[in-house]
């Protein structure tokens, strides 16, 4: 799983890289030691019309929003119900009831200059590595997302609405399998477009192609091992990412 990654490119530059039309609202920071629960950036194509059956239509809108990473499905009790739902496995969401439905239509990309993976050794001892895409490049994970309703809160308050998401894992890529049996679905130039579309229905023809792209990229990555300091939320800075 990836429960740690870094965005070490501002927000500036992700419109640029993304050909983003437009940023919504405040949105996260760089930063070296992103964790479960915190905000996160995510990209979506949003339709500007809907059928009368709420299908997306029309032309489409690329947009940056920021979104709690921990899906809540819609029929959750809130945020506080259970683990944070940070990962998603590509090989069972079809079937399991917090995200079959976004799926179908409420799906993203996360941005991420790169994630930690801690190899575990038969003793028992945890070595951290760094995989990124190298100074230059970004990641683009795979994501869903969802928007939950706290109903408890006024009608005008802003904040009865909360957006949050999840990345997908899949089998690892054979060639980063010496650090980890699961790695994040990183989408190719052939499977961006498709799976941020919301006029394309998730399905599984759908997820098998981006875990093929995903192996494409997985097997160009770069990695290194970095100090155990990763694993402290408080920490936050460029040397975590440092090769030891």
């Known amino acids: 799983m990836c429960g740690r990654f870094v965005v070490a490119r501002s927000m500036g530059e992700l419109l640029t890289i993304f050909e983003a039309d437009e940023i919504v609202g405040e949105m996260p920071g760089i930063s070296y030691n992103v964790a479960p629960t915190q905000p996160i950036a995510i990209l979506v194509d949003r339709a500007l019309e809907r059928d009368a059956n709420g299908v997306p239509v029309g ?22 119900e259970g683990a944070p739902l940070i990962n ?12 079959k ?9 996360i941005p991420a200059s790169g994630y930690y993976e801690w190899h575990v050794a038969a003793d028992g001892s945890k070595q951290p590595f760094y995989i990124h895409a190298g100074d230059d490049g970004v ?4 994501g869903l997302y ?31 399998a010496h650090i980890h049996d699961r790695n994040p679905v990183l989408l190719n130039a052939e499977t961006f477009d498709a799976w941020i579309d919301p006029h394309i229905d998730g399905d599984r023809d759908l997820l098998e192609a981006i875990a093929e792209g995903s192996d494409q990229v997985a097997g160009e ?24």
């Not at 032309?59 to 506080?80: M, Q, T």
């Not at 998603?88 to 995200?99: Q, V």
């Not at 920490?235 to 030891?244: G, V």
Request: net charge positive; with cysteine.
């Open 221 to 244: 990555a770069l990695f290194h091992k970095v100090g155990s300091d990763v694993g402290k939320v408080r920490i936050n800075e460029p040397d975590l990412i440092r090769s030891i």
């Open 101 to 109: 439905e976004a799926v179908v239509r409420r799906r993203c990309v």
């Open 146 to 176: 969802e928007w939950w309703l706290d109903s408890s809160k006024a009608k005008d308050d802003p904040s009865r609405w909360l957006l949050s998401a999840t990345t997908l894992t899949k089998h690892t890529a054979p060639e980063l």
């Open 59 to 80: 032309d489409l809108r690329r947009e940056f929003h920021s979104a709690r990473w921990g899906l809540v499905p819609r029929w959750s009790k809130g945020p506080s």
């Open 88 to 99: 998603g496995r590509i090989e069972t969401i079809l079937e399991k009831p917090s995200f």
């Open 139 to 142: 990641f683009a994970l795979a």
